[in-house]
């Protein structure tokens, strides 16, 4: 496995910027999940994939927020509007169907909205 | 809606010292049970799972958990922790019919002096 990978690693923005984050999963896993972790706090569900559906949204995730899986391999999360709440640890973690509830993460994206 | 409680936000023990860590859950139906760790600067991994059978399971680096039904709790385990247990602890709960959606604990940060 060459492991979950996220891109970028930091991102500075200022208030009302959009901004785009990209996941990329390990290549046979078909499952992908995108979670938030603020300090102090333990990683918050976002959405999942299996394969380009997204099958299940948190209510935690507004408007602002839309993610795709155009070809059932890479992520996008984009937060449009950003704001100051949205300052986060962005997280992404993929899996197999068989073993779908072990997940592998990625490093995350560190957002940060000045 | 379900919730996940770990008590101890900080740690701090001696080598070879006993640990245990706590959580309870707040979902009274069927649940699969994780524990996933962070070491510093690394990414989420998986220490140990139960869905099923032997409320007591073993993971990696001689980790165990012990499920509790009546005490809805999930408590992390080891007999004698070393340096490297560094980390910082997340317990995680999945519905048993949810799909594929954690509701992590706001994790514990262990660390073990040398």
């Known amino acids: ?114 | 809606a379900q919730s996940v409680s770990q008590h101890n936000h900080h740690v701090i023990l001696s080598e070879a010292a006993s640990l245990e860590l706590g959580c309870n859950y707040s979902y009274g139906g069927t649940v699969n049970l994780f524990w996933y760790v962070q070491y510093p600067g690394q990414h989420l991994q998986l220490l140990l799972k139960y869905f099923s059978g032997d409320p007591l399971v073993k993971g990696i680096k001689g980790f165990e958990a012990e499920f509790i039904k009546s005490k809805f709790s999930f408590n992390l385990r080891k007999p004698s922790v070393q340096w490297s247990d560094t980390a910082e602890y997340f317990c995680a709960v999945n519905e048993g019919n949810a799909g594929n959606m954690l509701t992590f604990g706001g994790g514990t940060r262990l660390m073990v002096k040398p």
């Not at chain 1, 390990?26 to 979670?35: A, G, K, M, Q, T």
């Not at chain 1, 962005?90 to 957002?111: H, I, P």
Request: with cysteine; charged share 25%.
């Open chain 1, 1 to 114: 496995d060459t492991g979950v990978s996220q891109n970028p690693r930091h991102k500075i923005t200022k208030r009302g910027q959009n901004v785009t984050f990209r996941c990329d999963p390990i290549s046979e896993h078909n499952r992908l999940y995108w979670y938030r972790q603020t300090l102090g706090q333990g990683p918050e569900f976002l959405t999942y994939f299996q394969n380009e559906a997204q099958l299940e949204k948190s209510r935690l995730l507004s408007d602002r927020f839309s993610a795709e899986r155009p070809k059932g391999s890479f992520s996008t999360l984009e937060i449009q509007r950003t704001e100051q709440g949205d300052s986060a640890m962005y997280l992404c973690a993929s899996s197999r169907v068989s073993d779908n509830e072990k997940l592998f993460f990625g490093s995350g994206t560190q957002l940060s909205v000045l």
